[in-house]
């Protein structure tokens, strides 16, 4: 079955960097260009919210507002991947961070832990 599986998380001071990973495998009927890819993500006693999405054409991107001008999300159809660039970063990104693709089925990955804290 399709599997989403996250990678780069970690702690960063504030005003810093983080980049992560999200490497989709085991297509069946579509491949990677089929899923336009997001990310979420889930602070500690709050709802899941939206951060960023991708279209497959790798053009067409959304953010969240909390998020414009510090992430950037971009995808390699090559190696089936989607990143999330994080710059910036704030403790208020502090949170699990969900890979999720969408191909008319949703899938979701397991989760990457980000804290932000000096």
């Not at 810093?16 to 336009?36: D, I, M």
């Not at 999300?73 to 660039?85: A, G, H």
Request: proline fraction near 3%; charge should be neutral; charged fraction near 20%.
């Amino acid at each position: 079955q399709v599997q989403l599986v996250e990678s780069g998380g970690g702690l960063v001071q504030p005003g810093g960097s983080l980049r992560l990973s999200c490497v989709v495998s085991g297509f069946t009927f579509l491949n990677f260009l089929g899923y336009t890819m997001s990310w979420y993500r889930q602070a500690p006693g709050k709802e899941r919210e939206f951060v960023a999405r991708i279209r497959a054409d790798g053009a067409t991107t959304n953010y969240a507002d909390s998020v414009k001008g510090r992430f950037t999300i971009s995808r390699d159809n090559e190696k089936n991947t989607v990143y999330l660039q994080m710059d910036s970063l704030k403790p208020e990104d502090t949170a699990v961070y969900y890979c999720h693709g969408d191909s008319g089925f949703q899938y979701w990955g397991q989760g990457a832990q980000v804290t932000v804290s000096s």
